[in-house]
């Protein structure tokens, strides 16, 4: 990770750790790069989309005003999920795509996440270059005169495009199925309930009504309870909820339990290798998906991998070893036949293929996996990298991996989108979660680590 780029962009409290000022030098070094080859009567040409939160557009001013400040014309999908943004810049043929949006994060956080011209995120080395350029370490870029100062379009077709390409994916329309869908006061409520509407179900929407304030604020894939009741007691056949930029994907089945990112990566393994569809026979995951999840992989004869935290790692395992699928149990969910990142909506559209073709509800799709406990507890601390260097602590996480055996485990990782510290112990049961997780959290405040 870099100073300001992490593992899924610029990401922080907006205008205190990510800034107008940044967001401008963000565009000008974006406008300068793409189009320092081009000839000189050709402009750099780069969408934007963003999510709800108030300061999206304040960041989004700022982005266009550095980017045609620098010579790039300027496309604005408005109001969008991240994979569409994804999914103009492949289709379209622009040079590169951003993305505001602070993902899952509360409404006065931002992000800005940078898409190369192939649809998946940015190369570490133009992010180097920016944040050089943020800091003052490289010669000012020239400002763009006269005909070459960049134009901005509206290009809200671009979401409409996207929109109808969504609609292509299922094999069978959904026509007397009852869908829930939670919006998550985020990106999605421009986009999902069209489509299912469209594919013939009776969509019943919550949390589609963003203000600026209010995105994922106890709703969407982070605050799963509100879908859980919807679903229930409209007696609806599934639901789905999506985080603030609809890049995440979680479930509910008919009797409201949660289809979360483990089980939607074994109901789409199982089904594609049935159909002969699972390239390398191979699913890749991150070291926080659940044990039980590589038993039952293991029962079903399948082969998987495992990355560090993030769909960006994920991805990038994917495309080296030509794997077609991919996640996290966040509800990340990478189908490389479709999209180059994480897609809240198509993940909804592909786990409402399995269930029609299976002609089953969906909490049959999870026989045959069972989940162990898992107990995540994040610890806010001022300085992540002493925390996972201090051999106390490290002692005391070992100290519980060689208690736990075969039958659990222990992860200790760095958050990286905020200044936390994960803790992370599954087991036989909850009680044993707790004890291990509090035991190794108690070692990090007695150090005085805890921020």
Same mark, same amino acid.
């Given at each position: 990770?870099?100073?300001?780029?992490?593992?899924?962009g610029f990401?922080?409290?907006?205008?205190i750790?990510?800034?107008?000022?940044?967001?401008?030098?963000?565009?000008?070094?974006?406008?300068?790069?793409?189009?320092?080859?081009?000839?000189?009567?050709?402009h750099?040409?780069?969408?934007i989309?963003?999510?709800?939160?108030?300061?999206?557009y304040?960041?989004?001013?700022?982005? !266009?005003a550095?980017?045609t400040?620098?010579?790039a014309?300027v496309?604005?999908?408005? !109001?969008?999920?991240?994979?569409?943004?994804s999914?103009?810049?492949?289709?379209?043929e622009?040079?590169?795509?951003?993305m505001?949006s602070?993902?899952?994060n509360p409404?006065?956080?931002?992000?800005?996440k940078?898409?190369?011209?192939?649809?998946s995120?940015?190369?570490?080395?133009?992010?180097e270059?920016?944040?050089k350029?943020? $800091?003052?370490?490289?010669?000012?870029?020239p400002?763009?005169?006269?005909? &070459?100062?960049?134009?901005?379009?509206?290009?809200?077709?671009?979401?409409?495009?996207y929109?109808?390409y969504l609609?292509?994916?299922?094999?069978r329309?959904?026509?007397?199925?009852k869908?829930?869908?939670?919006c998550? &006061?985020?990106?999605?409520?421009?986009?999902?309930?069209?489509?299912?509407?469209?594919?013939?179900a009776?969509?019943?929407?919550?949390?589609n009504?963003?203000?600026?304030?209010?995105i &994922?604020?106890?709703c969407?894939?982070t605050?799963i309870?509100?879908?859980?009741?919807?679903?229930?007691?409209?007696q609806l056949?599934a639901?789905?909820a999506?985080?603030?930029?609809a890049?995440?994907?979680?479930?509910?089945d008919?009797?409201? &339990?949660?289809?979360?990112?483990?089980m939607?990566?074994?109901?789409?393994?199982?089904?594609?290798?049935?159909?002969?569809?699972l390239?390398?026979n191979?699913?890749v995951?991150?070291?926080?998906?659940n044990?039980?999840?590589?038993k039952?992989?293991?029962?079903?004869?399948?082969n998987?991998?495992?990355?560090?935290?993030? $769909?960006k790692y994920v991805?990038?395992c994917?495309m080296?070893?030509g794997?077609?699928?991919?996640?996290?149990?966040?509800?990340h969910?990478i189908?490389?036949?479709?999209?180059?990142t994480g897609?809240?909506?198509?993940?909804?559209?592909?786990l409402?293929e399995?269930m029609i073709?299976?002609?089953?509800k969906?909490?049959?799709?999870?026989r045959?996996?069972?989940?162990?406990?898992q107990l995540?507890?994040?610890?806010r !601390?001022?300085?992540?990298a002493?925390v996972?260097?201090?051999?106390?602590v490290?002692?005391a996480?070992k100290?519980?991996?060689?208690?736990?055996?075969d039958?659990g485990?222990?992860?200790?990782?760095?958050?990286?989108t905020?200044?936390?510290?994960?803790?992370?112990?599954?087991?036989?049961?909850?009680?044993?979660?707790?004890?291990?997780?509090?035991?190794v959290?108690? !070692?990090?405040k007695?150090l005085?680590?805890?921020?």
């Amino acid at each position: 990770m870099g100073k300001y780029f992490g593992t899924d962009g610029f990401r922080g409290e907006a205008n205190i750790d990510l800034t107008v000022e940044h967001a401008y030098k963000v565009g000008r070094y974006l406008g300068y790069y793409f189009g320092k080859d081009k000839p000189e009567s050709e402009h750099a040409r780069i969408v934007i989309g963003k999510d709800t939160r108030r300061s999206s557009y304040m960041f989004e001013y700022s982005l !266009v005003a550095g980017l045609t400040a620098s010579g790039a014309d300027v496309y604005l999908m408005h !109001v969008t999920p991240t994979p569409s943004v994804s999914y103009i810049v492949r289709s379209d043929e622009f040079d590169c795509g951003i993305m505001i949006s602070a993902s899952h994060n509360p409404f006065y956080d931002n992000g800005i996440k940078i898409i190369n011209n192939q649809g998946s995120k940015m190369d570490a080395a133009v992010e180097e270059e920016i944040e050089k350029y943020i $800091d003052g370490l490289i010669p000012e870029i020239p400002y763009a005169t006269r005909e &070459n100062i960049g134009r901005t379009t509206d290009y809200s077709m671009g979401r409409n495009r996207y929109i109808g390409y969504l609609m292509t994916v299922p094999t069978r329309g959904f026509k007397n199925l009852k869908i829930g869908l939670d919006c998550a &006061n985020g990106a999605s409520s421009t986009v999902a309930k069209a489509v299912f509407d469209a594919l013939g179900a009776k969509t019943y929407v919550i949390h589609n009504e963003p203000d600026g304030t209010n995105i &994922n604020r106890d709703c969407g894939s982070t605050h799963i309870e509100s879908l859980k009741k919807f679903v229930l007691e409209n007696q609806l056949d599934a639901g789905f909820a999506y985080d603030g930029d609809a890049d995440r994907c979680l479930a509910v089945d008919e009797k409201g &339990n949660l289809i979360d990112g483990d089980m939607i990566l074994y109901i789409c393994g199982t089904y594609l290798k049935e159909q002969g569809k699972l390239i390398n026979n191979t699913v890749v995951t991150t070291v926080m998906s659940n044990l039980g999840l590589y038993k039952a992989f293991d029962a079903a004869g399948i082969n998987y991998m495992k990355t560090a935290v993030g $769909d960006k790692y994920v991805y990038e395992c994917m495309m080296e070893n030509g794997y077609i699928l991919g996640g996290e149990q966040s509800g990340h969910i990478i189908f490389a036949k479709n999209a180059r990142t994480g897609d809240g909506v198509l993940t909804s559209l592909k786990l409402m293929e399995v269930m029609i073709e299976r002609k089953t509800k969906m909490s049959e799709l999870v026989r045959g996996l069972q989940i162990y406990p898992q107990l995540l507890v994040n610890v806010r !601390v001022r300085d992540k990298a002493l925390v996972m260097q201090n051999e106390q602590v490290l002692a005391a996480a070992k100290q519980v991996e060689t208690s736990l055996g075969d039958e659990g485990r222990i992860l200790l990782r760095e958050s990286g989108t905020e200044p936390l510290i994960r803790v992370m112990v599954e087991a036989k049961t909850d009680a044993l979660c707790k004890q291990h997780a509090d035991a190794v959290v108690q !070692v990090i405040k007695d150090l005085g680590f805890e921020a």
